[in-house]
C-alpha cells in the first residue's frame, strides 16, 4: 500500500489547472462569483454572434466591467459599423489600457476620421498610457498621418528595431511616395521578413523603378523567405510596369507551383497583368479557367474589354455579373463609371447612373467621384458640376475629379478657383490635385502662376514625389522653360518611366531629336523600360527633326523588339516624317499597312508634306478628303489655294477661295499672347485695341531698319493675294506675333527671355524676322506655335529652319 502524502497547495493548484475547462478558467478570473461569470459568458456570445444591441444591454448590467470587455465593447461597435456608440462609450469609460486607445484610432480610422484617430494618439501620450508596437503600428497605418513628422518619435520610443513597426513605417512611406526613406528605412531594419520585401517591392513598383523591385525579390529568394501571394501580385505588378510578357509568364509559372489554383486573389493578379499587357486570349482562358470569381475578377475582365473599345463586351460581362447572384448594391459601378468615361459612351454612363439612383446609391462618395469623372470625360462638365454641387460631404478626392474635369473640358481657370476653394474649406490637396492643378497652369502658359504653385507643393511636402515632380516637369516644359525643366529633371530623387517620357517630349517639342533620342538610350540605360507613349515622344522628335531612318529604326524597334501595337499616333508620326522627306511611295506603303482608318490628322500632315515638296496632285487628293472628314476647318482650303497661286495658278486658286466662302468656313484669326507680371496680353494681326499700339509699332519700325541692315528680305509669298508689293509688305509687317514681341521688349527688363505663344503655325517670314530680332536685341525668344516650340537666340532657331 503507497504511503498517503498530503496535497500541497501547488500541486493541487496544478491539478486543477491541468483537468480545468476554458469555462472553468473564466470563472476563477471571476472570483468564482456565478452572476458575473453568467454575465461575461451570456456578453461574449452576443458580441461574437454580431448582436451588438442586445450585448450593450448585458454590458450595461454588469455590475464589475474590466477593460477587457470594455474593450470587446467597443470591438462589437467597430465591427457593426457604429462608431458614435463607439465613441461615447470611450468617452464615458473610467479605465482603459494600450489596447483600448488602440480600438478607438481604428474605429476613427476605419471611418475616414484619419486626423481624429492621429490627435486620439495624442491624448493617449497626455494621459500617460505608453503606446506598444500594436498602437504605433495602428496610427502610422492612419490615413492622414505625417510618417516623415512621426518616425523619429518611433526612435525614440525605442521601437525602431521592432519588424511590424518598421514594417508599417516602410508602407506608409511608399503608400505616400516617399520611395527614398522607404528605402533608408529598409536597409537600416536588423531583421526582415515577407512582409518587409513585399511592401518595399510594391512601393519600388508603384513608382515605377522596376529594375529595383526585381533585385529586390532576387534578394527575397536568396534569403530564403517564403512568397506570398502578396509577393506574387506586387512582381506581376512589375511585370506590367515593364510591359514583359516573358516575365509575367514565369511569375505565373511560380503561382501555380506554390499556391493553390483557387487563390482568386492571385489570379485576379494575373487577369490584371494579361489585360494591361493586351493578351486578350490569355485573359479569356485565365477567366474561363477560375474555378471562383469574385467582384473584382469581373472589374479587370470590364476594364479590359473596355480599354480594347469592347462596348458589347463590357455590358455582356455587367449582365452577367447581375444575372449569377451578385448583390446589386455591390456590383462595380465605379468601374463601370470609369469604362463609359474611357470609351467615352455617355449611354452607359447614363443608364449606370440611373440604376444608382434606383438603388439610393449616387450620394455614395465613391459613386460620386465615379459620376463627376465620367460626366467630365464625356464632355457633359455641367453634369458633373451639378452633381460636385449636390455632394453634402466632398473629399479631397471629389474636388480633385472636379479640378480635373476642368482640366480636361478647356477651363484651367476654373480648375484654378477651385482649387483656391479647396483650400479655404481646409482640405489639403494631394499629389493628385498637384498634378492636375499643373495641366491647368500648363494649359493657360502661365509661368509665373507655375512658379506660384511650385513653391506651394514644395511647403506642402508633394514635390519629392514621382508623379508631382513630372507634373511640374511639363509644366515648365509646356511653359517654354526648358532650362527649367531640365533643371527639375536632374534634381528629381527618383524618377519613373512618366518622368522619362515628358522629358523626352519636352526635347521632342523644342526640335532637339538628338538629345530626346540620348535620353530615350539613357532611360534603358537605367533599366527602365518604354512603353507606347515613350515611342510616341521619339518618333515625334524625329518628325519635328526630319529624320526618317531614325524615325523607322524606333517604329521597327517598337513592334518587333518590344512587341507593341502601335496607336494611331505613332503612324501619324512616321507618316510626317516620310511625307516631309519627300518619301511619297513610302507614305502609301505605310497607310496601306496600317490597321486603322485615316483621320484627318493623318491627311493633314500629308498636305503639309505637299506643300514643302510642292506635289499638287497628292495635295488636291488630300484636301478633298479634309474637306470631308473636317469641313468646317479652313486649313486645308488655304493651303491648296495658296499652293495654286504659289504656282501660278490663280483662277484654282480663286476658285478653292469661293468654294470655302460657299461652304461658310472661315479661316481661324491668328493670334499670339505673352505673360508680364503674371498677366497676360493677345494679340491679333493689324491688332490696334492696345493702349501702347503706337509705341508698339514704333519699335517695330525700329527693328524693321536694323534688320535691313542686316540683308532682311520680307518673303511676300507668305501674303499670297493678288494686290500690289507694297499692301503685300504692309500685310506682314504687323502679324500678331510680332506684335506680342515689341511689346514684351517694351515692358520686360534688357536680356530677360521673352516667351510667346501661338494658335497657328509662323509664317515663313515671321520665323525669319524673329531669328533676325534675336540677334538685334541680345533676347532669348521662345515662340510655341500650334505644333511644337521655336527658340530664337542669336540670329538661329532650334528647329534649324525645318518645321
Known sequence: ????????????????????????????????????????????????????????????????????????????????????????????????????????????????????????????????????????????????????????????????????????????????????????????????????????IMGCSKEGLHREALQLFAAMRREGLDTSQFTISSMLTVATGMVDLHLGRQIHGLFVRATPAHNVFVNNSLLDFYSKCNCLDDLKQLF???????????????????????????????????????????????????????????????????????????????????????????????????????????????????????????????????????????????????????????????????????????KAGHMSNVFSGSALLDMYAKCGCLDEALRTFDEMPEKNCITWN???????QYGEAKNAIRMFESMLHCGLYPDSVTFLSVLAACSHKGLPEECMKYFDLMKYYYGM???????????????????????QKVLDEMPFEDDPIIWSSILHSCRIHGNQDLATVAAEKLFNMAPTDATPYVILSNMYAKAGRWEDAALVKKIMRDRGVRKEPGNSWVEIKQKIYSFSSNDHTNPMIAQIKAELESLYKEMDKLGYEPDT??????????????????????????????????????????????????????KMISKIVDRDIIVRDSRRFHHFKDGVCSCGDYW
Open 288 to 458: 474561363l479557367e477560375m474555378p471562383e470569381r469574385d467582384s473584382v475578377s469581373y472589374n479587370v475582365m470590364i476594364s479590359a474589354y473596355a480599354w480594347n473599345q469592347c462596348a458589347g463586351m463590357v455590358l455582356q460581362l455587367f449582365r452577367e455579373m447581375q444575372t449569377i447572384g451578385f448583390d446589386r448594391r455591390v456590383l462595380p459601378y465605379a468601374s463601370l463609371l470609369s469604362v463609359a468615361g474611357s470609351l467615352p459612351h455617355i449611354e452607359i454612363g447614363k443608364q449606370i447612373h440611373a440604376q444608382l439612383v434606383l438603388l439610393g446609391l449616387a450620394s455614395e462618395d465613391l459613386v460620386g467621384n465615379a459620376l463627376i469623372d465620367m460626366y467630365s470625360k464625356c464632355g457633359m462638365l455641367d453634369a458633373a458640376k451639378t452633381i460636385f454641387a449636390n455632394k453634402s460631404d466632398k473629399s479631397a478626392v471629389s474636388w480633385t475629379a472636379m479640378i480635373t474635369g476642368c482640366v480636361q473640358n478647356g477651363q484651367p481657370e476654373e480648375a484654378l478657383e477651385l482649387f483656391c476653394d479647396m483650400r479655404r474649406v481646409g482640405l489639403r490637396p494631394d499629389r493628385a490635385t498637384c498634378s492636375s492643378i499643373m495641366k491647368a497652369s500648363s494649359s493657360l502658359v502661365m509661368i509665373g502662376l507655375g512658379r506660384q504653385l511650385h513653391s506651394y507643393f514644395t
Open 502 to 508: 515628358t522629358i523626352i517630349s519636352a526635347y521632342a
Open 1 to 200: 500500500m503507497r504511503p498517503f502524502k498530503p496535497a500541497t497547495a501547488v500541486g493541487m493548484a496544478s491539478r486543477l489547472a491541468a483537468v480545468s475547462t476554458p469555462s472553468d478558467a473564466r470563472m476563477v478570473k471571476t472570483g468564482f462569483d456565478p452572476a458575473i461569470y453568467r454575465h461575461k459568458l451570456h456578453f461574449d456570445y452576443l458580441i461574437s454572434s454580431g448582436r451588438v444591441a442586445r450585448a450593450r444591454e448585458v454590458f450595461d448590467q454588469m455590475p464589475n466591467k474590466d477593460v477587457d470587455t470594455l474593450n470587446r465593447m467597443l470591438s462589437g461597435y467597430s465591427r457593426s459599423g457604429d462608431p458614435a456608440a463607439a465613441v461615447d462609450l470611450f468617452r464615458a469609460a473610467t479605465h482603459r489600457n494600450a489596447k483600448t486607445w488602440t480600438i478607438m484610432m481604428s474605429v476613427l480610422a476605419a471611418n475616414g476620421r484619419g486626423s481624429d484617430a492621429v490627435s486620439l494618439f495624442g491624448d493617449m501620450l497626455r494621459n500617460g498610457e505608453a503606446p506598444d508596437h500594436v498602437a504605433v503600428s495602428t496610427v502610422v497605418n492612419v490615413p492622414g498621418c505625417d510618417v516623415a513628422s512621426f518616425h523619429p518619435f518611433v526612435t525614440k520610443l525605442g521601437l525602431d528595431a521592432n519588424v511590424v513597426v518598421c514594417n508599417t513605417l516602410l508602407d506608409a512611406y511608399c503608400k505616400q511616395g516617399f520611395i527614398a526613406a522607404a528605402r533608408k528605412v529598409f536597409l537600416e531594419m536588423p531583421e526582415r521578413d515577407t512582409v518587409t520585401y513585399n511592401a518595399m
Open 565 to 587: 501595337s502601335p496607336w494611331k499616333g505613332h503612324y501619324s508620326c512616321v507618316i510626317d516624317t516620310l511625307g516631309r522627306a519627300g518619301y511619297f511611295d513610302k507614305v
Open 717 to 770: 509669298s507668305c501674303a499670297l493675294h493678288l494686290v500690289d508689293d507694297e499692301l503685300k509688305l504692309e500685310s506682314l509687317k504687323y502679324h500678331s506675333e510680332r506684335l506680342a514681341i515689341a511689346f514684351a521688349l517694351i515692358n520686360t527688363p534688357p536680356g530677360t527671355p521673352i516667351r510667346v505663344m501661338k494658335n497657328l503655325s509662323a509664317c515663313v517670314d515671321c520665323h525669319a524676322a524673329i
